[in-house]
């Protein structure tokens, strides 16, 4: 059963942390300085507590979505790509056997190939990928805001909590931008020097313009973009648009 990815130390002190964090916040500092009883101590009450449900809300998701599994039938359509048998060979995982869509990789612990595999999370006891991301950088979105938030509100000791996932906030803004997974993006640094060192330029292939890849991501409704579970723009995780084909 999926739930039983919520039994995992990793995630239980996730929960605990949420819960320390909201405690502090809602009932010692905004009690004791503003009241909970006043307009302005219930406000913040209200907003606070909007954003760690939406926190958890997005982490829960994040767990229990399968990131993505390659289709047991799925192979390369050769003809249409234009591939050679050579390359369509390597397209074949070493540990699985069977062939790997583009930007999807195996996972040494889940002990398969995952759809657009962005990387294997301990603090979500699952793989972020094709399925699940958009949840994890909600998840993140929501998170840091929260954090900042309680930062305003208790000072220092949230400083270092907001600093960390502000940074993973903002690494993550940039993958989307390019169209990256953080994989893709270690890859991408060897495959630029590989590309200097004979003389040629290289651009990630999958980075089309900020916008679309924006939307590839989080959809093309704006206002969706702010709920983990809206992700009916996504499609089957084995075809990705390219550079070529938005020329």
Not at 28 to 33: A, L, R
Not at 43 to 65: E, P, R
Not at 115 to 133: A, S
Not at 140 to 159: D, E, K, R
Request: hydrophobic share 45%; charged share 15%; net charge positive.
């Amino acid at each position: 059963m999926k739930l039983k990815r919520f039994l995992s130390i990793p995630i239980l002190g996730v929960f605990l942390l949420l819960g320390f964090v909201y405690h502090i916040t809602i009932f010692i500092f905004i009690e004791d300085w503003i009241g909970l009883q006043s307009s302005s101590g219930s406000l913040n009450a209200l907003i606070f507590t909007f954003l760690t449900a939406f926190s958890i809300f997005s982490f829960s998701v994040c767990v229990l979505t399968d990131p993505g599994q390659v289709p047991p039938s799925y192979a390369p359509d050769v003809e249409q790509s234009g591939i050679s048998d050579e390359e369509t060979k390597r397209k074949i995982c070493d540990r699985c056997a069977t062939y790997k869509p583009p930007r999807a990789h195996h996972c040494r612990v889940c002990r398969r190939c995952v759809l657009r595999m962005d990387h294997h999370c301990l603090w979500v006891n699952n793989c972020v990928g094709y399925w699940n991301y958009k949840a994890f950088f909600m998840l993140i979105f929501y998170a840091t805001i929260g954090s900042i938030y309680s930062t305003v509100t208790c000072g220092v000791m949230m400083s270092a909590l907001s600093l960390t996932l502000g940074t993973l906030f903002g690494w993550h803004i940039y993958l989307i931008i390019h169209n990256m997974t953080t994989i893709e993006y270690y890859e991408g640094i060897r495959a630029a020097w590989m590309a200097k060192k004979s003389g040629h330029n290289y651009r990630h292939q999958f980075d089309l313009n900020a916008y679309k890849n924006i939307t590839l991501v989080l959809g093309p409704n704006m206002l969706k973009w702010w709920c983990p579970t809206a992700v009916s723009h996504l499609k089957d995780g084995l075809t990705f648009p390219v550079i070529r084909d938005n020329s």
